[in-house]
């Protein structure tokens, strides 16, 4: 019976983003590392004869769309600095968290699974995309399946 509580949050929770008034349109994206060749060493890929110690140091690289879902910010409150006017507060350090499900279900053709280092795009209008990277995957179940929510760092160079 208490393995039936994490499947039942999951699908709570996807009913809930999907029909929220707050969500928006998203837009999920990898990046693609697009350097030709295998320079290996010590069992990690080069670049001019440096170890690349992640995808940020490469400098020749794509996204690619891996899907379109929706997202609802789902902010924790934590302690942080009052405005002058003491009317509001200024948030935390601009990290944001979200709620994100695909559009498609599990187990249906266009469903994808978030992973750090991809790239959400807020769908304002059909202008205007605000680019959040995720950086972290944390949950508040600790019985599988997970409720996942992502800790995200706003990447205004990445705006459309």
Not at 19 to 28: A, D, L, R, S, V
Not at 31 to 44: A, F
Not at 59 to 73: C, K, M, N, P, R
Not at 98 to 119: A, C, H, N, V
């Amino acid at each position: 019976m208490l393995n039936n509580v994490p499947g039942a949050v999951t699908r709570m929770t996807r009913n809930i983003v999907i029909n929220h008034p707050n969500t928006w349109e998203c837009q999920i994206f990898r990046k693609t590392v697009n350097r030709v060749g295998d320079g290996v060493s010590g069992g990690l890929p080069t670049l001019g004869g440096i170890g690349v110690m992640s995808a940020d140091d490469e400098e020749d690289v794509t996204f690619e769309s891996i899907g379109v879902g929706y997202a609802l910010q789902a902010e924790t409150f934590m302690a942080s600095s009052m405005m002058d006017r003491q009317d509001a507060n200024n948030g935390f350090a601009g990290e944001f968290r979200f709620l994100i499900e695909p559009e498609e279900p599990s187990g249906m053709p266009g469903y994808f699974t978030i992973k750090k280092r991809d790239i959400a795009y807020l769908v304002i209008s059909d202008d205007v995309k605000l680019a959040f990277e995720i950086v972290d995957i944390e949950t508040v179940i600790n019985i599988p399946p997970f409720a996942m929510r992502y800790v995200a760092n706003r990447r205004g160079d990445l705006d459309i």
